[in-house]
């Protein structure tokens, strides 16, 4: 049994360093074999919109350190994930790693893997997203997900301070362990309103009376009772779920696959029209 960490921070030694590392060192102590990537050493290309990855099997052909992060993940069982809040969401360089995995939906290449996620921040209430990117790098790569937490810790390497977060960061990594080694993807933190995410970012929407999770998908009924919000989901909702694989295959073959053929098919209309906006107001690039 394999756990890579993944770290989405510049900064060594900070507490997303230190969070891991002591989650890592529990999950060792259950048994497991670790490892640990920076992501920011590794250079992560922008994703160029192209989308011929999802019609090619030898997937991006951008040349840079993406598949060598996809394959350290197909090595491990579990993966931990430590990437810190800043302006109220997680880091650029996980987003940046979004993008690329955008193939890695339809193909299902890591499904079944867990994964836990924490989140290091300075400053409460300035959370909103934190997890929105973690989200959805575990929906888009088909992870099992045992833990969510974030940790209040806003001075530089103050997690050493504080004794319930490296309490809780080894007890995260331990149960990471034990849930691949048991294959029990019971999930363990603090429960949200989602109940896929288990995030509490609902979108109203427009006709007023639904509302959904943005990341996942599913759509629910608000209710207010004796002054209590809550979402009611129907039992039926998780199915629309955006990353379920069965959504995923008919995401791919009735709105993606279909665009190939018009995209050919109007390939010269498409470069005669598009001279205008090549010539005017051209980049230096």
Known sequence: MKILGLIGSYRKNGNSDILAKEALMGAEEA??????????????????????????????????????????????????????????ESTAVLKQ?????????????FRGKYASVMVPYATRGWIPYAMLQPNIFFGILGLKIIHRAAFNVQGLGEAVHDDAAI??????????????????????????????????????????????????????????????????????????????PVVGYNHFTYHIKPSRDYFLRTKEDRKTKGKLYRDYLKDEG
């Open 31 to 88: 048994g497991a074999e670790v490892e640990l990537l920076r992501l920011t050493n590794y250079r992560i290309e922008p994703c160029q919109g192209f989308g011929l990855c999802l019609f090619r099997e030898e997937g991006c052909h951008i040349k840079d350190d993406v598949k060598f992060i996809w394959s350290k993940i197909g090595e491990a069982d579990g993966i931990l994930l430590s990437v810190p809040c800043y302006f109220l």
């Open 97 to 109: 790693l979004i993008d690329r995995a955008w193939v890695l939906a339809h193909r299902g290449t």
């Open 167 to 244: 309490k809780k960061a080894r007890r995260i990594g331990m149960e990471l362990a034990r849930a691949i080694l048991d294959q029990d993807p019971t999930y363990r933190s603090e429960r949200g309103l989602c109940p896929i995410c288990q995030d509490r970012n609902i979108r109203i929407l427009k006709d007023h009376k639904a509302v959904e999770c943005p990341t996942c998908g599913i759509r629910g009924t608000l209710t207010v009772q004796d002054g209590i919000i809550d979402v009611v989901f129907d039992e039926n909702a998780v199915s629309t779920y955006r990353f379920d």
